[in-house]
């Protein structure tokens, strides 16, 4: 098998992200006719332009490695197991703001969205899932689509999903990673959700019923999860979180994201959820 070139990868990655030559060159402080000699081979890019051209680019961090490589230098960014004792002071802080965050439901993915942490917000959000399904290791997009997961209690089902899927679509688009594609491909070809039904069941996605008589319904900020848990109906609106500059491969595919209630209602029952 042939080993691709630095040139070779760089122009793939330019061509990913519909960038010119030109257009890179006068980003990277370089000339458009320096970076052809570098796609085409005639030049050796020094460590420091590889490293440029790939921020410019937006290289994901194992990538970056990848291109320094094949350019003949050695990696950058090391590649430290979460479960690493240098790791210690990452996991307390990440303990600390999942625990700080309870009632409310959040958790912490890898780039496969593995679950490598997770709150009892989202331990209560799991209740009654078949045991085959919380044997480690979780994957959460796995247990939010799958049929017999979190997929038949999410009211709003057919929006959620698409929303996941698109996400993971942009994240393909973002970085070479073929087991992210395997598991959209997997999540994808599970049964999608049925047409809802008109009539007064239906989930209202233009805001929340708060739910104490004589108050007005609370208007959504961002595409809600509508789920179930033991006969309540739970909004929630979620944001992503990942760390800023990272100089691990580890640490720069972790993401925390958190589930903010999206109406007075829920944060009530949870509230009255907590020891």
């Keep these: 098998m042939t080993t691709a070139s630095v040139g070779m990868l760089l122009r793939t990655w330019r061509e990913r992200r519909g960038i010119s030559q030109l257009e890179l060159a ?5 000339s458009s006719r320096h970076i052809s000699f570098v796609e085409n081979g005639r030049s050796r890019p020094s460590e420091e332009m590889v490293l440029r051209l790939a921020d410019h680019l937006d290289v994901p961090v194992r990538d970056r490695n990848a291109l320094l490589l ?5 990696p950058r960014y090391a590649h430290t197991p979460l479960d690493a004792p240098a790791m210690g002071a990452l996991r307390a802080g990440m303990e600390q703001l999942l625990t700080g965050y309870e009632p409310y439901p959040a958790l912490v993915v890898d780039g496969t969205y593995t679950v490598v942490a997770a709150n009892r917000g989202i331990a209560m959000l799991l209740d009654g899932m078949p045991e085959d399904l919380l044997e480690p290791p979780l994957n959460a997009m796995r247990l939010t689509l799958h049929p017999r997961g979190l997929a038949p209690r999410i009211r709003n089902l057919r929006q959620w999903r698409g929303h996941l899927l698109a996400q993971m679509e942009r994240q393909i688009a973002l970085a070479r990673s073929e087991p992210l594609r395997a598991l959209y491909e997997e999540v994808a070809a599970y049964p999608p959700p049925p047409e809802p039904e008109p009539g007064p069941g239906a989930p209202r996605l233009g805001g929340a019923d708060c739910g104490e008589a004589g108050e007005e319904p609370v208007p959504y900020i961002a595409l809600p999860l509508l789920i179930e848990h033991d006969g309540h109906l739970l909004s929630f609106v979620s944001s992503i979180s990942t760390f800023n500059t990272p100089l691990d ?7 925390i994201e958190t589930f903010l209630p999206a109406d007075p209602a829920t944060v009530k029952y949870l509230r009255s959820l907590a020891p």
Excluded at 70 to 74: D, E, I, K, R, V
Excluded at 249 to 255: D, K, M, Q
């Design 26 to 30: 006068g980003r990277a402080d370089s």
């Design 249 to 255: 491969v580890t640490v720069a595919e972790l993401a």
């Design 70 to 74: 094949a350019a003949g230098y050695a």
